[in-house]
């Protein structure tokens, strides 16, 4: 147990959801892990890491940004599924 997935330190486990989750952040879907208080913890720390910020925001351009900015909310459809 620790504050990183695989145990107190930032490893390759880390390193290696980072993108999935920056993905789905980025369509909308951060939501599935509203009720994952632990996800949602580690996330922010891993926003928080100086890395996150050369490794990831440095290389998003604006208008890649603008672009998932414009997407629809997909929580009702994907809501729907996740019920069923």
């Known amino acids: ?6 145990g107190p330190d930032f490893s390759l486990a880390d390193i290696a959801a980072t993108p999935y989750i920056v993905r789905l952040e980025m369509l909308k879907l951060s939501r ?3 009720n ?10 891993v926003k928080m ?11 998003l351009r604006p208008e890649d940004i603008a672009r998932y900015e ?3 909310d997909p929580w009702i459809n ?5 019920t069923q």
């Open 78 to 82: 994907v809501s729907k599924n996740l």
């Open 36 to 45: 994952k208080p632990g996800v949602a913890k580690w996330w922010e720390r």
């Open 70 to 72: 414009k997407l629809a």
């Open 49 to 59: 890491r100086p890395s996150y910020e050369t490794a990831i925001t440095k290389w």
């Open 32 to 34: 599935m892990w509203d």
């Open 1 to 6: 147990r620790g504050p990183w997935l695989a």
